[in-house]
Each structure stands twice: as structure tokens, then as C-alpha cells.
């Protein structure tokens, strides 16, 4: 199957994904795992907005590496600078 581009991505969704991203960084940042609920909750989305990354990010939490998370968190950051917002 083909891989979808990001700019599919229902852009209205963003949003909600940054702040899932700030909730789940603050979780990881304190060994939380709180974060798997989150994760897991939201990895559709995650998945359709950040593609592979996504996909690292959340198998990282599912292995309890929450800083491999945080760091795919930081590159999301870096590579959707209008959507998603910076720490």
C-alpha cells in the first residue's frame, strides 16, 4: 500500500495532537506510565500525523524507553514547526 503524505492528515487535528504530545512528554519526562494509556489512546493519530516516527515513538514507550520517545518527540517538534509547538 502506498504511504500517505503527512499533508493528508486532517490538519483540524493538529492541535489535539500537540497537546497530547505536551501531556505525554511531561509523563515520559517523569517515568509515568500513565503514558502507555495515553499512548495507545491516541496512536491512530499519532501514526497518520507523524508516520514512521510515530510508530518509533510509541513502540519506545512500549518498551519502556521513554527517552528514545522523548527524542522522537523533540523530532516531530522539529519537523511540523506550525503544528506542533516547540519546548
Same mark, same amino acid.
Given at each position: 500500500?502506498?504511504?500517505?503524505?503527512?499533508?493528508?492528515?486532517?490538519?483540524?487535528?493538529?492541535?489535539?495532537?500537540?497537546?497530547?504530545?505536551?501531556?505525554?512528554?511531561?509523563? $515520559?519526562?517523569?517515568?509515568?506510565?500513565?503514558?502507555?494509556?495515553?499512548?495507545?489512546e491516541h496512536d491512530t493519530?499519532?501514526?497518520?500525523?507523524?508516520?514512521?516516527?510515530?510508530?518509533?515513538? $510509541?513502540?519506545?514507550?512500549?518498551?519502556f524507553n521513554f527517552d528514545?520517545?522523548?527524542?522522537?518527540?523533540?523530532?516531530?517538534?522539529?519537523?511540523?514547526?506550525?503544528?506542533?509547538?516547540?519546548?
Amino acid at each position: 500500500a502506498p504511504v500517505q503524505p503527512v499533508s493528508s492528515h486532517h490538519p483540524s487535528n493538529w492541535p489535539e495532537l500537540d497537546a497530547v504530545l505536551i501531556q505525554l512528554d511531561n509523563l $515520559l519526562s517523569i517515568g509515568d506510565t500513565r503514558s502507555f494509556d495515553l499512548s495507545r489512546e491516541h496512536d491512530t493519530d499519532i501514526r497518520a500525523a507523524l508516520g514512521s516516527l510515530g510508530d518509533e515513538m $510509541l513502540q519506545s514507550i512500549e518498551d519502556f524507553n521513554f527517552d528514545k520517545a522523548r527524542d522522537a518527540i523533540t523530532q516531530a517538534r522539529r519537523e511540523h514547526p506550525d503544528q506542533l509547538t516547540a519546548k
